[in-house]
C-alpha cells in the first residue's frame, strides 16, 4: 500500500485558514486520497476525499497537486471544535478488500 | 439512528481473562471493521466482515476472534487477554468496501492488568 507522510503537529488561530499538507509520492493511477480527523476522545469522522480534481464539502476543501503526488486538506475558518488529529489515507480501489490505513497523522492545535 | 454503537464503554481486565465486545450499527451496512488504537498512534485494522456470516484478518488479528451473526453486530472477543492488548478499540461499519465513508463508533477503552 502507498504510505503518505503529514506533519506531526500544526497550530491555528481561530477564525484562519488552515493548509494542513499531505505527501503521497508513491500513489498509484487508482488511489484515491482521504482525509478523517479524530477529536479528543472520539473514533475518526469522514472529511473529504477525491481523486484528481479538488473537491469541497460543507466541511473542508481538498486540494490535489496536478502529479497527484501531495494533497492539501484546507479548513476555511478554523473553529475550536476543528482541534482534532487528522489523518491523510490512501485507499487503492480494490473489490472487497478496500480498507483505511491509517498513519500517526496531523495533530491540529487551535488557539481561541 | 444512533449510528454505531460499542459495549461497553471501558473495562478492566485481568491478564487471561476472556471477554467479548459488541459492536452494532442501525445503517444496514455491509462492512464491518474492528481497529486498535494505542497511544500515539493511527488506528490498525484488526478483523473485518464483508457480509452477515463472513470475516476476514486485518493487520494485527492475533489474539483476538471475531463473528458476524447477524448483519448489524460485529462481535470481538479476546480468549485470553494479555497486557498487550491494553488499547482503546474502535469499531466502524460502511455501506460497501468500495472507497464508501467509514463511520466509526465511541470506541471502547480496555486495560487488561
Known amino acids: 500500500d502507498a504510505k503518505t507522510t503529514q506533519p506531526n503537529s500544526m497550530e491555528s488561530n481561530e477564525e484562519e485558514p488552515v493548509h494542513l499538507p499531505c505527501n503521497h509520492s508513491?500513489?498509484?493511477?487508482?488511489?484515491?486520497i482521504h482525509w478523517y480527523r479524530q477529536l479528543p476522545s472520539q473514533g475518526p469522522e469522514y472529511v473529504i476525499h477525491?481523486?484528481?480534481s479538488n473537491v469541497n464539502n460543507r466541511m473542508a476543501s481538498l486540494a490535489i497537486a496536478e502529479d497527484r503526488k501531495s494533497s492539501t486538506l484546507i479548513l476555511h475558518r478554523a473553529t475550536l471544535r476543528d482541534a482534532a488529529v487528522y489523518y491523510c489515507?490512501?485507499?487503492?480501489?480494490?473489490?472487497?478488500?478496500?480498507?483505511?490505513?491509517f498513519g500517526t497523522g496531523t495533530r491540529l492545535q487551535v488557539f481561541p | 439512528n444512533a449510528g454505531v454503537t460499542q459495549t461497553p464503554k471501558f473495562r478492566v481486565l485481568k491478564t487471561g481473562q476472556s471477554m467479548t465486545l459488541l459492536c452494532a450499527q442501525d445503517?444496514?451496512?455491509?462492512?464491518m471493521y474492528w481497529y486498535r488504537q494505542d497511544p500515539g498512534m493511527g488506528l490498525r485494522l484488526i478483523h473485518y466482515?464483508?457480509?452477515?456470516?463472513?470475516?476476514a484478518k486485518g493487520e494485527v488479528p492475533d489474539g483476538y476472534n471475531v463473528s458476524r451473526l447477524k448483519k448489524q453486530n460485529f462481535l470481538l472477543g479476546l480468549e485470553s487477554a494479555a497486557p498487550s492488548q491494553t488499547s482503546v478499540y474502535f469499531c466502524?461499519?460502511?455501506?460497501?468496501?468500495?472507497?464508501?465513508?467509514?463511520?466509526f463508533g465511541p470506541g471502547t477503552r480496555l486495560l487488561v492488568l
Open positions: 466502524a461499519s460502511s455501506y460497501s468496501g468500495d472507497q464508501e465513508t467509514q463511520y
Open positions: 508513491t500513489i498509484s493511477g487508482t488511489d484515491y
Open positions: 477525491g481523486l484528481t
Open positions: 489515507i490512501l485507499r487503492t480501489l480494490s473489490y472487497n478488500t478496500d480498507k483505511l490505513i
Open positions: 445503517m444496514n451496512h455491509e462492512y
Open positions: 466482515s464483508v457480509g452477515e456470516g463472513t470475516t
